[in-house]
Each structure stands twice: as C-alpha cells, then as structure tokens.
C-alpha cells in the first residue's frame, strides 16, 4: 500500500495508513468482512445504490452500503466489515462518513466502530451478539434507536487511546441492529465512505488549543452534547476541566480524549488542558447554558390514531378542551389553551375521554420540578376505558414548582404506559400536550360561624368560607 506524508501542524506529522474511497468494493487489499447475523439474510456489504442516495464522494455509486436484509424475519442484525491490519497507538485519528436515507428514524439503524489488538486477527466470534478479539467499542451511533444516526453524510472522528505502545490490530464496523430485519422493528439502509486512518507522530513546544465548542449551547437536561477543540493537536493527551463558576476547576474522570461528549442539568463552564511532554496549554473557556423548559419537550415518536384510538377531550380544573380528530403523527401541543391551575398537596379530579377503538389506557406527566423532562416520578397512570370518559385523580406532590409548566396526556390501545414512556411511540394511540399552572394549596378558614347554631327541622343556615 502506498504511504502518503503529510503535516497535520508545525508540531507534528501525520501518516495515512489506509484510505478508501469505495469506488469498488470488489477491490479492498486488506480488508475483510463476515456476516454474523442470525440468520444470514439474502445481503452482506454492497456497493452503494445511489437511488437511495449518492455517495459523499466519488462517483454516485463510490460507498459501500448495508440494509434490513442482512438477516431475515425480526432478529439481530451482526455485519462486520473488517480494515486492514495496522500499527496503532495513541493519538492516532480514524475519520470515516456515515448516513442513512432522510427518514431513517422510521425504522433505526445503528453502526459500531470496534479495535481488535490481536494483530491480523478478524475473530469476532460465531454469533450475532458475539465481538471476539474486537472488544474495544471506540464508537457506537444511535445505540438507543433513536433519531441519532444522520440522514445526510457526517464525518466521524475517533482519536485512538488506551494503547499506548504500538501495537499490531485492527478496526472494523459492526452493522449491529437488535430486532431488525424486514420484519423488525428496527433497520433500514447505512451508508459508510471515505474511511481514513492516519497515524500521528510525535508533538512539539507548548500546545495551543485555542476555543473550546459545543454541538448546543443552550443545552436540555440530560441530553448529550460534544465538545471539542478549535486546534486539537496531535500526539498529545487531553484532561477536560468543570467549573460552576469559570473559576475553580475539576478534572473530569475520564474525560482524556480530544473531544467530550456529556450532558447538564446546570449551566457548566468547560475547558481542556492539552499536554504535551512537559508542556501544557489550556483551551478558552467556554460556559454551555440551560435552554428554557419549553424547548426542551420531547416530540414523541410517531402513533397511529386514525383507529379511534384517540383522546377525545381533557378535563382538569378549568380546563375543558375537546380535542377529537389528531394530526399525522399522533402528538397537538394545544398552546393556546388556557393553563388551568391545579394544587400542590391536593387530589385534583382529572377526566379524559377516549375513542371507542378498544381497550385505551390514559397517562399523564406534568412537568413538576419544571426541567423540560416528563420523568417517571411525574406519571400518573389514569385508568383506562373504551368509548368512555376516564375519571381519575392527579396527586400533585409537595415538591412541585410553582408556576406555568407543561402537562402531557396519552392514549395508549391495549397496553398501559409506564412512567418512563412518554416520548416513545411505534403503538395505536395518541398525545396531546397542554399548559398548566401550579398553585400553592391554600388551607381555606371560616370567616363567619352559621347564622343558625342550633338547627330546627325545615330551617336553612349559612356561613362563608374564604381563602387566607
Ligand atoms: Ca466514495
Ligand atoms: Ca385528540
Ligand atoms: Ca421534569
């Protein structure tokens, strides 16, 4: 293979091990592949098909591809495609693009970038769950099904760490998608091209890492952002540092590499000391803020609710709002709806009717500690019915906020949601979002004592109850 030089910076060189452009993949010295999905389907890795869509490079058809057919039925999709055996060390970088068609979340795909260290070897076991010597996960995209995986083509970067000698091994992608298959619930059509490996020589003088960025700033509690360097450098180690205040600072465990992906539930400052031998220079500051609540709801994953599997109208407090019909999707956010309130400490009457499409289960999250996240600790579960309005009661707790936050009200065909349920779809069923306001329960006090005291048949009395 020819070895071609270049320099990555003043400070160091770099040199391309392996570079693949997929112009034909009959044609791949050093390559290797092995379907491992349970069982093998009518496709392995092909050439790209540039009706689904064109390669990010080359001609049309220059990447390499696999679908759903790996496997058959609905079951673990395991498709290994194996790069050339190297030498591989620390700091070595291995950038490849990858995507799936636009629409890709419909039916997820996932794709692993795993390191064997045990030379030539391509031992990845004999089963569809198995990795053998490739026991190193270096990257794992849209490992929870999600919308994760990009449906046009994105650069993946890995920096190589843990091995801090040179040592003869391999790389591989693992198309590994669990219930997948044209029955499964999961895969689709992957994409991958322009695959380079390029090892890194030694660094020199003091590192300038220069900005510190973040894929989102604000940020959503819980959900993972990545930060990077303006001027990574190479040949040269990563500590990234946390501060609540861009003063004090804290090693973050583990956080060694060139870049950091993590989430937030406070504004955080971040930064990176980057070392080099004796020397080490620190990235800018950077401090990643909190979006507001309401830009941080889930949309949920797609319903059906033309069945009649739907919410007919929500009841709770003033709130009284018929809702029959849905859209496409199965989700209305009714943000025009006036919030009612509903009390912190008291049992608030809550009524849901539903449609006459069977069994519907009714759950509900509001928003309590107001973090732009319906948790399980903020789920009531209704009850359920069919054809009928579902009365049930929504104990607020003592820990809620007060103030305006967001409700959201499902139905769900045959089987109950749970708590941690409500951003999924994929079922017969419907979600609508409102406002609600978050009151302070007011103990009431009698301010004047029954006109009548000793009652006599036929006789009224009365007396007013006020708010304090
Ligand atoms: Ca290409
Ligand atoms: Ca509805
Ligand atoms: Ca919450």
């Known amino acids: 293979m020819a070895l071609i030089f270049l320099s990555l910076s003043k400070t160091s060189t770099a040199q391309v091990l392996y570079s693949e452009g997929f112009t034909d993949i009959t044609v791949l010295p050093g390559w290797a592949n092995q379907n491992l999905s349970s069982p093998v389907g009518s496709t392995g890795w092909f050439q790209g098909n540039s009706g689904v869509f064109p390669s990010q490079a080359g001609a049309a058809t220059a990447y390499i591809g696999a679908n759903f057919n790996n496997t058959t039925g609905a079951n673990t999709i395991s498709n290994w495609l194996f790069m050339p055996n190297i030498s591989i060390k620390n700091g070595d970088q291995f950038t490849f693009y990858t995507r799936v068609p636009t629409g890709g979340a419909t039916f997820p795909d996932r794709l692993q970038v795993r390191m064997s260290l045990n030379g030539a070897s391509t031992n990845a076991g004999a089963t569809a769950t198995s990795v053998g010597d490739f026991t190193n996960l270096l990257l794992d995209i849209n490992p929870t099904y999600g919308a994760a ?4 083509w994105q650069q993946f970067t890995v920096i190589i760490s843990g091995v801090p000698a040179p040592t003869s091994g391999r790389l591989a992608f693992r198309y590994f998608v669990e219930n997948g298959g044209p029955s499964g619930a999961n895969s689709n059509y992957i994409g991958i091209d322009e695959v380079v490996y390029t090892a890194i020589g030694a660094c020199s003088g003091t590192p300038a890492p220069g900005a510190t960025n973040s894929t989102a700033n604000p940020v ?30 804290t090693n973050i465990t583990g956080a060694t590499n060139g870049t950091l992906t993590t989430s937030q539930t406070v504004a955080t400052y971040y930064r990176c000391n980057v070392t080099c031998g004796a020397n080490t220079g620190t990235s800018t500051a950077l401090q990643v803020n909190m979006a507001a609540p309401s830009a941080c709801y889930c949309t949920p994953a797609a319903t059906t609710c033309t069945l009649d599997d739907e919410i007919l109208n929500v009841r709770l407090g003033t709130l009284n709002n018929p809702s029959s019909g849905c859209s496409g999707a199965g989700y209305t956010y009714y943000s025009a709806v006036a919030a009612p309130d509903v009390f912190i400490g008291a049992a608030n009457p809550m009524a849901v009717s539903v449609g006459p499409g069977g069994t519907e289960h009714v759950a509900v999250w509001i928003d309590y500690n107001q973090n732009g996240q319906f948790e399980a600790t903020e789920f009531t579960a209704l009850g359920s019915g069919n054809g009928s309005t579902i009365n049930g009661i929504v104990a607020v707790p003592a820990s809620a906020l007060t103030g305006t936050t967001r409700m959201r009200v499902r139905v769900r065909w045959s089987t109950a949601l749970t708590g941690t349920q409500a951003c999924t779809g994929g079922f017969f069923g419907e979600t609508e979002d409102y406002n609600v306001t978050i009151a302070p329960c007011v103990p009431a006090t009698i301010t004047s004592a029954p006109t009548s005291v000793s009652i006599v048949c036929g006789a009224n009395t009365s007396f007013t109850v006020a708010a304090a």
């Open 149 to 152: 995986y990009p449906e046009t």
């Open 220 to 249: 959503c509690p819980g959900i993972n952002f990545t930060l990077s360097l303006a001027t990574p450098g190479s040949g040269v180690t990563y500590q990234w540092q946390s501060s609540p205040d861009g003063t004090t600072w």
